[in-house]
């Protein structure tokens, strides 16, 4: 589309005006080429007619709002001046937002205000984001940068401009400060806190206050960061470019010089800076020109101390800092000087001069010789030396060029010095360079520094301009759209002009060799020499000055002292006195050979430099400058640039204030104006064919959209609506727009829409002014009613009437009055009467309490008493013993030495053949009792092998049975089958008899109408009862059903009771006797339940006969006629039942084969229990083995003591009774079993004919019918003895349940007997081993080498034995090699830390304190060991975070504390550990178990941080609520490394609930605790939150009305998540509140004062910054919304300036929450935990 046909009616002008720079003016008529003027309406309501010269002189149209405040600047549909300048205004002033782009550069407006966007939070948040993901920022440049370094390994540089006071030292210093951020060393070094310290070094000797800016920068700078092949800062290198030296000697009006000289003066009191004798800053020459000497909210003082700080982090050593300040020192003492003018031609300093002595103390020269040579110069002849002095005004010249050479010298020693300090020994791998240089200047009076600025400024323009076009190129390039050649500004003449041979800088440094050259002889051979080139230009009214014609605007340029600025001369003599100095500093300045403190770079020019034709002039300072800068731009060449283009927005530096003139001017000025027009020419405007689709799809046609291919259908849409196909090229992933084309798309757009709008108002408002009418015809029709009733009441009503009312009224009142007083009374009487009784009942609870508590604590002080008695005994016993053991030493001892003098050794050897005989006795006795029990265990195993063959019969029985029972089932079914097939077949031929009937009783209807309604009256109501009776049928069905279930579960809890006895005794038998009572009791029940049934049937199929039997032909016609319409609803009731039966067929059928599966289970279980029994034969037998053992070791002594050892034959008798009674148990529950199968078949059999029965009386049913009138009276009847029927069957259930508790209560009892008994046998062990040790004891004298084993009377259930040298092979098979998937860890949560607690129970009980210490030391560090070696396994940390806290559980459970043993049963407190306290291994353990937890978070969040903001922001859960606006925004081609990768993985809300599930299922299948599951969820929300809102915070694009509605359902499906795994308690929504705030806060309205309030009293979890910053991000996506007021945003941030709390603007995404491990006591049993083979830990004994 032509540009010209878009200037039509309601569009939008930019006009230029003297004020503004551009205004804003409304089209009033559409312009048609040839117009002499263009209709517009000013803003302010003004009609104005612009006159319209040419096609070429229209105005420049204005974007539409719904593109204003773009990112990007290059984005806008229309690229020209006012577009870029009302974008800027937009985004700074209402959106106070301080950086844009325009393509590759970066905008930065000075907001002259501190803003909470340099954060670490923010640095965190651009870190590792892609160019344009979120709004433009210095920091993204700086991660731009850094990121393709990275991945290119090219060196990058980032290029800072603008004035005086538009920031750019403090964007250079925040670049900086990202690269030490997100590179930081892993070494000691601390490398990046160098590089940053190295700002307020170069800001306080090169910074100084100016007129534009409290801190500008006097000098250009460029930092190479250097990094390492990981990409760490390692060192840094700085150059310096064109240090204002003339500031050292003078100052402006308002102006200061360098920081570091006022610094100093603050800190003159200081007693490191009392040597130097330095005043007030007011006192010196060189430091009050400028006036005023303080700045506004600046300490001096502070700021020296920062500077030496940093000089000391820097290395620079406190001997080199006060040469500094001595030099510094010197220079401002050597502006006192005073020189007086002796004559005309003459001048001197007094001797006594006392800042000159002070000047020459500090800097080691002669006072004499500065003196003079100050005042005169030596003039070197051919034949002799003259000296000649000098007039005042040059010996002051002399003065003030010593003191800039000094400063000079001093700022170059510091740059190397510091150089020096960031540079490491390591090898450089890349660097990043950050170039701070001044931008383009022009003032009223330009100098040689301003020539040198804008020199600088065209070389830079001239590499931009190339670089531009590079990556124009590459973008074209890539999306195979040809690339033609566009015209743009090439400043390349006025580079010639200036640096080529026969320039400026050559004529210049030609006129500086001749000793009277002057300005006025150098202006005059610029005229002569370049006065035809043209872009230099000779003033009309002035002879001393020259005007270039820069890229930006035109200079003029003064020539006054050029030529000495460019020599910088000293004096000879200065500069030998200075070398005669015995102050080292001064003396290394003026060396002849002076090192290069600057280190070349070694790169390859991108063309080759001018060489200067002369040697001698490369010591000039144009020279200098001019070699620095090919230097630089070699660099620049050689790196990928960056650009910052600082802006200046006003003069008085007032906060967010727009002056459009200014900011036009540095537009211009730094090449921003100069992209933009280069974007223009070509193809500015970039969308890719999704956003296109997703914004345009309302232009498309149903056939269209209907294409599958989204490419496509967006070329055809496309060449529909712009005919011109050099408007748009289409590239492979883009399509690229002329100027204008994207706002004309808009422009339909908005058509479009406000079509549809008008469409929908039309409909809407028919439809209200409808409803309105009707709702008034409504009105009046109920009006007219009323008023005609009144006229009728009139005419009728008459005033006996009204008496009459009147006094029924009255009546009503007093009867009314007396029935409710009365109903009152009633209900009082019945409340003090119902409260009488409460009250009693509560007294009598409340003593009935208070009498318990008593004999409570009654009975708490007799058993804590006996307990405290028995310990007492116990104790006694033991101290007896030891006394026994001690005294019968002593004595052993006596006897000992009496022997040795009375006895000889035939005694002795007389004793000893007796002992020896004595021991061959007793040997044989042993022996005749180890041929008893090997007797004794031959058969035990000969019942062990009956038992198993009588085991596999049963199993081989059963399966019989099972087979046989599966095969009727299915026989049973095909029955049920057939037997449906026949009743469907007989329904239908009743059916069609029925219809039959129908049309036969059709001719006889009006006969039997009156009778037949009555009749079908009394039907209805017996219909109804049979629905009744029906209903009570299913419900007995479902009590039947109920029941079944029960028994089910009875028969569980019996195999596990089962399971718990046969670890003692064999009592199956017994429990199948009661089994089979039970099952009788339950046939029994079935049958009473069938005959009941049969009867129901019976009854029914009589009243069903009945009804269709007794009533008349006539009125059964009358009755059909009637009911034709209801058939189908009466077919239905009919077949309900029918239903209803097949229904409980199949569930009666699956129960059946439940049954059948769970007794086959128990079945399996009772052939593992019975291998189990065998085990623990085999185990009795090793018992028996060892106490054979023990006897042989008693010998002969054991005979003395068989009166008390006579007890064991009692007790082995009661372990076989035991044993036997076992047996016992273990045949009746076998019987019980299959009584159990055999019932359970029988059921089956006995349904399977009630179903067959039910068939038959469900077809006489129809029949019998016409009965129903007569036994109408007999089924009440027979209901309520039905009713007394169910209440015996409960009655017998209630037995039934009973007998089992009964059952339960008596295995108990057998169980705890049994234990009993193994506790008696447990004494007497203890008993035989201690008279043992006594006996050994009396043995000594025959066996000394023997040891008594002492055996405590301890407890040994719940333990697990080990050996220490199978210590390593424990920690390895428990925790180095156990996987987590195992089926026994999974099915027994904690059994791990269970297991080791066992065997850290064991080492407490034998009271070893160092095999204790050496487990818990191996248990931690393989822990360590495990999670250290998987890092990154969610599943291993999610098991041993489980476990871990588990055992921290058992080890407060069991330590014996009262807080933690009041939730233990009392066997467990039994298990409590005696000897040790482990609060120790506790603590580490808890510190432990936080590491895991970390490391478990970290592992969480790592996996879920990418989806957040693709997942929660970027993707719409809302169908068909596109709240996403796309912006045309041009990446750089190597900001993305691969496109489609981006592209590929597109994340929704749903992914991140598929990943919460994966971690909630992965926890809870550890068995993690659901507190502890709780806190990490909560901290997974915080993480999508915090990320989230910093997102948002971070992203213009995502502030809208619509996207705060998706963001709102998916916080909205996470609370669903949250409850559905019931974690609503763990505080996780709390986390959510501030994002769910902010998705409000985008929704509401935001224009009246009562929204303002509204959103300060809602969004309270939001900081101050957090509110302002979203309302001004705040982005329309259509026209149809509006943006924000500037007005409305202050008012809000006036009600929140009293808010208190933090003012950061950025969540902190890494804030962790403290986690706690709160105590859960277990209810697993230790003694009952068994070892499981797969864990191969045999080698482990229970005990």
Known sequence: MALQELYTKYNRVWIPDSEQVWKSAEILKDFSPGDPTLHLQLEDGTVLQYPVEGPGQLPHLRNPDILVGENDLTALSYLHEPAVLHNLRVRFVDSRIIYTYCGIILVAVNPYKQLPIYGDGVIHAYSGQNMGDLDPHIFAVAEEAYKQMARNNQNQSIIVSGESGAGKTVSARYAMRYFAMVSKSSSNKRVEDKVLASNPITEAIGNAKTTRNDNSSRFGKYTEISFDRRYQIIGANMRTYLLEKSRVVFQSENERNYHVFYQMCACADQPEFKSLRLLSADKFNYTCMGGDTEIQGVDDCADMAETRRTFSLLGLKEDFQSDVFKMLAGILHLGNVVIKAVGSDQSSISSSDSHLVVFCDLLGVRGEEMSRWLCHRRIVLASETVVKPQPKERAINARDALAKHLYAYLFDCVILRINQALRVPGKQHSFIGVLDIYGFETFDVN????????????????????????????????EDIPWTLIDFYDNQPVIDLIEAKMGILDLLDEECLFPQGTDKNWLQKLYNYLGSKPHFEKPRLSNEA???????????????GFLEKNRDTLYEELVDVMRASKFPLLTDFFTEEENNAVTKVKVK??????KPANKQLRSTVGDKFRSSLYLLMETLNATTPHYVRCIKPNEEKLPFEYDSKRVVQQLRACGVLETVHISAQSYPSRWTYIEFYSRYSILMSQAELRAGDKKQICRTVLQRLIHDSNQYKFGRTKIFFRAGQVAYLEKLRLDRLRTACIIIQKHLRGWSQRRRYLRLRQAAIIIQEYIRGKRQIKRTVTAAALKQGWAAVVIQRHCRGYLVRRLYQLLRVAAITIQAYVRGWMARKRYKKMMEEHKALVLQKYARAWLVRRRFQTMRRLVL?????????????????????NRGLVERLTSLANTHAQSLDRIQALEAELSKSTKEKASVEEREKKNKEDTSQVITQLQGERDKARQENQALQQKLKDS????????????????????????LRKVAEHSGELQREDLEKEILALKEE?????????????????????NKELQEQLSQLTKHVKVIPELRKEINILQTEKDEANRKKKEHIQQTREKMNLITRQLLGETKEEELILRMKKEAAENSENEGDLLFAFDGLQTATRVVETQLKEQRESYESQMEALVFKNDHLARENQQLQALFQEKSDVNQSIGQEVARLTAENMVIPDLKQQVAE???????LETQLKEQNTEMTEKILKVSSELQNKLEKERSQRQLLEERNRESTIEREEIQGRLEELEEEMEQLKRLHQTENETKNKLRQETSRLTAENMDFEEQIDMKDRTIKRLQDQIKALQAPVKVNQKAAQVLPKEYLGMLEYKKEDEDKLVRMLIRELKPRGVVVNMIPGLAANLLFMCVRHSDYLNDGNKLKSLMHAIITAIKQVITDHQENFEILSFWLSNTYYLLNCFKQYSGEEEFMKHNTPRQNKNCLQNFDLSEHRQILSDLAIRIYHQFINIMEDTLFPMIVPAMLEHESLQGISSMKPTGFRKRSNSLLEEGRSEGQAYSVSSILQLMNSFHNAMAQQGMELQLQGQAIRQLFYLIGATSLNSILLRKDLCSCRKGMQIRCNISYLEEWLREKGLQGCSAMETLGPLSQAAWLLQVNKTTDEDAAEIRQQCRELSAVQIVKILNSYTPIDDFEKRVAPSFVRKVQGLLQEREGSNQLMMDAQYRFQVTFPFCPSTQALELLQVPSSLHLGFLTRI
């Open 1030 to 1050: 029906n209903r009570r049928m299913r419900e007995e069905k479902l009590q039947l059903q109920t029941q079944a279930s029960e028994d089910t579960q009875i």
């Open 605 to 610: 020019a991108a063309r080759p430099g001018v």
């Open 546 to 560: 020259f005007v270039i014609q820069h890229f930006a605007d035109k200079v003029q340029y003064q020539c006054r």
């Open 980 to 1003: 449906i097939q026949q009743m469907t077949d007989n329904f239908d031929g009743l059916k069609k008899k029925l219809v039959e009937d129908l049309e036969r009783e059709e001719r």
């Open 447 to 478: 100098s040689f520094e301003q020539f040198c600025i804008n020199y600088a400024n065209e070389k830079l323009q001239q590499q931009f301009n190339l670089h531009v076009f590079k990556l124009e190129q590459e973008e074209y390039m890539k």
């Open 881 to 901: 013993n030891v006394q026994l053991s001690y005294r019968v030493q002593q004595l052993r001892k006596k006897i000992e030495e009496q022997n040795k003098e």
């Open 1218 to 1224: 035991s044993q036997r009674h076992r047996q016992e």
